[in-house]
Every structure is written in structure tokens, then in C-alpha cells.
């Protein structure tokens, strides 16, 4: 069976910075696509950062310069280090994956596994 938990979520201030985890267990995704998604009430699942089994990356253009994702493939955790924090990332961050490859992406309906999510709560 398949498992994603985040964790690595909190509450911080504008400027700060927050690393999150997703663990993954019951397979693994060395040669799929993973990623980073979020999403606040009322508004559709946004994806925020993806990596493939090939290491491309893709970034939304909302985050790009403050987010990192990287991957441990040996410890089959997935990290998005977010720095420059602001109140507009304020989610639920959910964690992603697919043990099919494909290209780096965005699409969240190209991946099968979701985590639960984690809270990340940027103030002012």
C-alpha cells in the first residue's frame, strides 16, 4: 500500500522560511514524477513544483527563485525548501507521485498517490 506524509508544516511570519518533507512508502518513484501542490479554501489545487524521474524541474512562476525540490531517492523523500515566505502562500500543501515516468509537470490529474496534506500559515 501506498503512503505520502508530509510533514514540516508550520506557522511563520513574512521572509521566513519552511522545509517540507514527503515520505513515501509502499514504492518507489525514482524513475516517476513527484510533486509539491497546494491549495487554500475555495480555489482549485494549484501546483507549485515538480521534479521527474530524470531530475527535470518545473516551478509555478509564483514560486520560482524562493522554492527548491529535491528529492533523496536512497530515503524516498521528496523536500520543497521554501524561503522568502509571504502571506499568499498560505496552503494546505499536499505531496504527489506517480511510479508511471512522465515529463516534470503541473497537471495534478496525470498523478495517482496524494499525502494528506500539511499546513503552511504565512502572517504579516
Known amino acids: 500500500q501506498v503512503q505520502l506524509v508530509e510533514s514540516g508544516g508550520l506557522s511563520v511570519q513574512a521572509g521566513g522560511s519552511l522545509r517540507l518533507s514527503c515520505a513515501a512508502s509502499g514504492s518507489t518513484f525514482n524513475e516517476g514524477c513527484m510533486g509539491w501542490f497546494r491549495q487554500t479554501p475555495g480555489k482549485e489545487r494549484e501546483g507549485v513544483a515538480s521534479?521527474?524521474?530524470?531530475?527535470?524541474?518545473l516551478y509555478a512562476d509564483s514560486v520560482k527563485g524562493r522554492f527548491t525540490i529535491s528529492k533523496d531517492n536512497a530515503k524516498n523523500i521528496l523536500y520543497l525548501q521554501m524561503t522568502n515566505l509571504t502571506p499568499e502562500d498560505t496552503a494546505l500543501y499536499y505531496c504527489?507521485?506517480?511510479?508511471?515516468?512522465?515529463?516534470?509537470?503541473?497537471?495534478?490529474?496525470?498523478?495517482?498517490?496524494w499525502g494528506q496534506g500539511t499546513q503552511v500559515t504565512v502572517s504579516s
Open positions: 504527489a507521485a506517480s511510479s508511471v515516468w512522465f515529463r516534470a509537470t503541473l497537471e495534478s490529474r496525470l498523478y495517482k498517490y
Open positions: 521534479i521527474d524521474g530524470d531530475g527535470t524541474i
